[in-house]
């Protein structure tokens, strides 16, 4: 075996190569990819709400069935978590043990756009998000890390000024006369 070079003794010396399986990097970095996540502080921080909603279940799961609390704060959480659409259904506080940062991931902007038509790719969501082609309700989106609740889902358009909107518009013979001005 030849002897290692000073810049390859060097780069060693950062990587433990017997620890990089606990590390969960190949699961992040499918997620950031499969959801185009540019930045990986997004993910930091999905991954923590994940885990204060995984911690507040299990705070919730150590009081009484009966409890008037529990029920009122179970009933609080899994209604705040549906309307953001993080989870389907509002039956058990089990739902709230099983988020993770994909289930947040699947309400970002360019996701959302995808499965609504707007856009044939993550990527090409993210470009025209980031060029202010989007608006949500009467605000201009330019964050791909924006996240649409269910409420929300139905008010993602093109800004009035968009060349996409004029076309789909064109295509569909519902282009005003006073929009070719």
Not at 87 to 113: F, Y
Not at 144 to 168: C, G, H, N, Q
Request: proline residues 3%.
């Amino acid at each position: 075996m030849r002897q290692l070079k000073h810049h390859e003794k060097k780069l060693l010396r950062k990587v433990d190569l017997y620890s990089w399986k606990k590390e969960d990097n190949l699961r992040v970095a499918q997620v950031l990819r499969r959801y185009h996540v540019q930045d990986k502080n997004d993910y930091i921080a999905y991954n923590r709400i994940c885990g204060m909603i995984g911690k507040l279940s299990a705070k919730l799961k150590t009081l009484q069935a009966d409890d008037p609390f529990r029920v009122a704060m179970t009933e609080q959480l899994l209604q705040k978590m549906h309307d953001l659409g993080i989870i389907d259904t509002k039956k058990s506080l089990q739902k709230a043990d099983d988020v993770n940062p994909s289930a947040i991931c699947r309400r970002r902007i360019p996701v959302v756009m995808v499965r609504l038509k707007m856009a044939e790719t993550l990527r090409v969501a993210c470009t025209l998000i980031e060029q202010g082609q989007v608006r949500v309700g009467p605000n201009v989106v330019t964050d791909p890390a924006f996240l649409v609740t269910r409420s929300m889902e139905d008010y993602v358009t093109w800004v009035d000024s968009s060349k996409i909107r004029r076309t789909v518009q064109k295509y569909n013979n519902k282009l005003d006369d006073f929009d070719l001005l």
